[in-house]
C-alpha cells in the first residue's frame, strides 16, 4: 500500500515502525504542491523551511518513543485559522500583510499533538462563497476537473486534499462551507455541532452558525482529528463544556439497527438524476447494513436559504466593521479625516461579494427594518430548528445529498449571487439548526465526485461518523484520486 | 422595488464603503433581487415564536477575574498600519 492511501493511524504506525519518515512525508507533500498547485491553487502561504523543521523534530520525538497521534503527520489549515507567525489574510486583500500574533485554538491543538503545518489554504474571502471564486489570491481549481470550481468557502482545503498535498485539513462551515467542497472534490467533511470546536482566533464570519472541522481522505481520519480539535475552550464562550467521546472507539459499530431519515423536503425536482441515483444507492447499501430507512419532513426547508441569508449577513456587517485601518490590514490613506479613511480602507480592501454581504447585512439590522428582516429571521430559525428536533425524536440521523449537482463550471454563477448561495440549500438548514453533519463520497456524475450528506442529533458526532464508515467499508469512493500530473 | 438606489447610498454609509457609482448601480440591483427573494419568509405566521439567536441556549458564561498576562503592546500594534510611541495613529479627529 503506498503511503498516499494509508490513514493517518496507519501512517502514524509506518512512522513508529521506521518505515518512513515524518521528513520523507512532509517532503512528498512539498513536492506534490511544488508540482500541481500552479494549476490549482490550493495554497496561499506554504512553509516549507519551517515544515520540514518541525518534521525533522518529529522524527527525533518518534525514535524516543514520544509524541501523540498526529505526531509528524503534514496538514494544511484553511487561511481564516489564526497561526502565530504565518501570515492570516482570510482570502481579502484587507489583510494581505497581516500576520496573527497568537494561533487559534483548533490549530494549537493539532499542533500540540504533533501535526506539522505546510501552510494556509485558499479560502472565498472571509469564508463568503461557495465557489471559491471570492478569493484576492484567485480561484481554486477542482483536481478532478480545472474548468470547474471546488466548492467553497474551504475550497483550498478540500482541493489541497483530493490533490495529495496534504494528508488532512482544517475548514470551518458557517452554510455549508466543509461539506460542499467535500462533496465536490470526493474527500470526507465534518460540521460538528455549533459549540463543540472553539472558534477562537478563528476569523468570523456569522458568529452563531461559524464552525470549525476537519476535511480528511477517510472517516478514520475524520473520527481522529475531530476528537484531537474538539472541546471546551474557556477562550471561546460559545464553546460547550461537554465530554468529547472517543469517535474512534464507536467507529465500526455498523449502522445494524440504526434509524435513518430521508426528509421529503431534500428529494426535490431540482436535484441533479446523477446525485439522485448516487443517494438513492447509498440507501440502498444502508438497508443492505441492517440500518431501518424512513421517511420524515423538515417542513421549514425552503425558508432556510432566506433565513440564512439575512442572519448570516446581518452578523457580517457587525463581524467585518472591525476592518477599518486602524488596528490591522490595509489602509487608505486620504486627508479627508478619519470616516473617509474608514470608508476607503474598506472599499479598496473587500471584495464584491463581502461588500454586497456587508451592505445586506447593515440594512436588515438598520432602523424601521430590523424587525421584518433580522428578527423575522430569528424566529424562522426558532421553526428550522425545531423541525430537526423533531425529526430527531424518530430517527437517528438524517441522510441527504450534499448539493444538487456535482461541481459546476468556473463562472457559471459568479452573475448571479442568488443562484450561486442557493447551491448551498441542503447545507444551510444544518448551520441554522445548530448541529452536526458531515459530507463522505457517494459516488461520481461522469468524472466528477458526488456527495452524501449525514445529519446528526446535536453533540452525536458518533454516530453519523459510525454510519458514514460502515458506508465507506462497503464502497471504494473515497480512495478513489483525480488523475492529475 | 423594494430598495431604491438613495437607500443603497444610505446603506453604504452607515457600512462605511466608499463605493462607486457603478457599484452602487449593481448594488440596487441585486439587494432588490435578494431582498425579493427573502420577502418569502413572510409567509410564515411567526406569532408568538420566540426567535433563535444561537441554536445551542447559553448563559452567560462568566469567570473569575483573575490577572493574566496579555499579548503586550508591541504584538498588539505589530500589525497597525501606523503606529507611535505605544499608540494607533489615526487621522485627526478634532480640529
Partial sequence: MSFSQMSI???????????????????????????TDEQINAFVTVCGDKALASAAEADRQIVAGQGGPLTGIPIAVKDIFNTAGVRTSCGSRILENYVAPYDATAFARLREQGAILLGKLNMDEFAMGSSNENSANGPVRNPWDLERVPGGSSGGSAAALASGQALATLGTDTGGSIRQPASFCGVVGVKPTYGRVSRYGVIAYASSLDQVG????????????????????????TSVDCPVPDYLATLEGGVKGMKIGLPREYFIAGLDPAVKQAVEAAIKVYRELGAEIVEVSLPHTDYAVACYYLIATAEASSNLARYDGVRFGVRQAGDGGLVQMYEQSRAAGFGDEVKRRIML???ALSSGYYDAYYLKAQKVRTLIREDFLKAFEQVDLLLTPVAPTAAFKLGEKTADPLQMYLSDIFTIPVNLAGTCALSLPCGQDGKLPIGLQLIGKPFDEASILQAARAYEAETDWHQRRPPLD | MKITREEVEHVARLSRLALDETEIDALTGQMDTLLGYVEK???????????????VPLENAFRADDVKPSIGLERALQNAPQSEDGCFVVPKVIE
Fill in chain 1, 9 to 35: 493511524r496507519q501512517l502514524q504506525q509506518a512512522l513508529r515502525d521506521g518505515k518512513t519518515s515524518s521528513v520523507a512525508l512532509t517532503q512528498a507533500c512539498l513536492e506534490r504542491i511544488a508540482a
Fill in chain 1, 361 to 363: 447585512g447593515t440594512y
Fill in chain 1, 214 to 237: 476537519p476535511l480528511t481522505r477517510c472517516v478514520e481520519d475524520a473520527a481522529l482529528m475531530l476528537g484531537t480539535v474538539a472541546g471546551y475552550d474557556p477562550a471561546d464562550s
Fill in chain 2, 41 to 55: 419568509l413572510d409567509q410564515l405566521d411567526t406569532a408568538g415564536i420566540v426567535p433563535t439567536a444561537h441554536a
